[in-house]
Antibody, heavy 119, light 111 residues
Framework: QVQLQESGPGLVKPSETLSLTCTVSGGSVSSGSYYWSWIRQPPGKGLEWIGYIYYSGSTNYNPSLKSRVTISVDTSKNQFSLKLSSVTAADTAVYYC???????????WGQGTLVTVSS | QSVLTQPPSASGTPGQRVTISCSGS????????VYWYQQLPGTAPKLLIYRNNQRPSGVPDRFSGSKSGTSASLAISGLRSEDEADYYC????????????FGGGTKLTVL
């Protein structure tokens, strides 16, 4: 059974960089045709796809966030990470990591972590 | 503003059948599969329907999905109180909006 767990600071100051890590267990980030993804949900609002890193290492980002987003992978730790720069209050959200493939899209999700942007 | 359009709310009484619509375009629903997620309060979304109408193991057959052209629907029959949740549609998108787009979500209330 694949499990994902987000970790990182729950509070980030405006203009700084948000950094989160997703630790994967029960599966490998470097095998299989999977897209290791980040999705966020502002309080009381809907889901927004942020981006993914493919098992081969290639990335794809939401065009609206592309200039501020970097997703990377650490195969030695079986983790993938999100960096979102120049954050504002609008980036306050629950951030989820998830696994996707072309058949089932997002089949496994982390529990989510709330990140608040505030001084 | 979400790329896929869903009604913000839906409701039904126990035992009823309810449907939730999801409208898109030729670049997403019109040319790719549709997926549905259920999000219970305070929890992460859960995959409910994949590839338009397929249910993962463990999802009751009360839940069904369909697609026609650039629109899709989720139907829930024999409505139960535990079905009260937010429901989201999603699809791969071949345009500059993509490659993954979500609907804005529909809050289902069981009266």
């Amino acid at each position: 059974q694949v499990q994902l767990q987000e970790s990182g600071p729950g509070l980030v100051k405006p203009s700084e960089t948000l950094s989160l890590t997703c630790t994967v267990s029960g599966g490998s980030v470097s095998s299989g045709s999977y897209y290791w993804s980040w999705i966020r949900q502002p309080p009381g609002k809907g889901l927004e796809w942020i981006g993914y890193i493919y098992y081969s290492g290639s990335t794809n980002y939401n065009p609206s966030l592309k200039s501020r987003v970097t997703i990377s992978v650490d195969t030695s730790k079986n983790q993938f990470s999100l960096k979102l720069s120049s954050v504002t209050a609008a980036d306050t959200a629950v951030y989820y990591c998830a696994r996707a493939d072309t058949a089932t899209l997002f089949d496994y999700w982390g529990q989510g972590t709330l990140v608040t942007v505030s001084s | 503003q979400s790329v896929l359009t869903q009604p913000p709310s839906a409701s039904g009484t126990p035992g009823q059948r309810v449907t939730i619509s999801c409208s898109g375009s030729s670049s997403n629903i019109g040319s790719n599969y549709v997926y549905w997620y259920q999000q219970l309060p305070g929890t992460a979304p859960k995959l409910l329907i994949y590839r338009n109408n397929q249910r993962p193991s463990g999802v009751p057959d009360r839940f069904s999905g369909s697609k026609s052209g650039t629109s899709a629907s989720l139907a829930i029959s024999g409505l139960r109180s535990e079905d009260e949740a937010d429901y989201y549609c999603a699809a791969w998108d071949d345009s500059l909006s993509g490659p993954v787009v979500f609907g804005g979500g529909t809050k289902l209330t069981v009266l």
